[in-house]
């Protein structure tokens, strides 16, 4: 609490970057499986989140795409 640089330089709250899980993940249109499937990201793929819901992200791609992952396969 007394290092409000440190705050200004990593903001945690608006966005973290994380990896992807595993052998991948499918990245969906919403936060439920009934969503459409946008695209897939392989293991170990960096990815930002946006948002949090339901046990669901929503996470940006290297490449600016944006779409919802389940949450146990987004690892910190």
């Known amino acids: 609490k ?4 440190a705050e200004a330089e990593t903001p945690q709250k608006a966005t973290s970057v994380k990896k992807v899980a595993g052998s ?4 969906r249109s919403g936060p439920g499986k009934s ?3 946008l695209f897939n990201l392989s ?3 960096q990815v930002t989140v946006l948002d949090d819901s339901k046990g669901w992200l ?3 791609d290297a490449q600016g795409r944006t779409g919802w ?3 146990s396969y987004i690892k910190g």
């Open 24 to 27: 991948g993940v499918t990245v």
């Open 2 to 5: 007394n290092a409000p640089a």
């Open 69 to 71: 992952a389940y949450k």
């Open 58 to 60: 929503k996470i940006k």
């Open 35 to 37: 969503n459409k499937s």
């Open 43 to 45: 293991g170990g793929s």
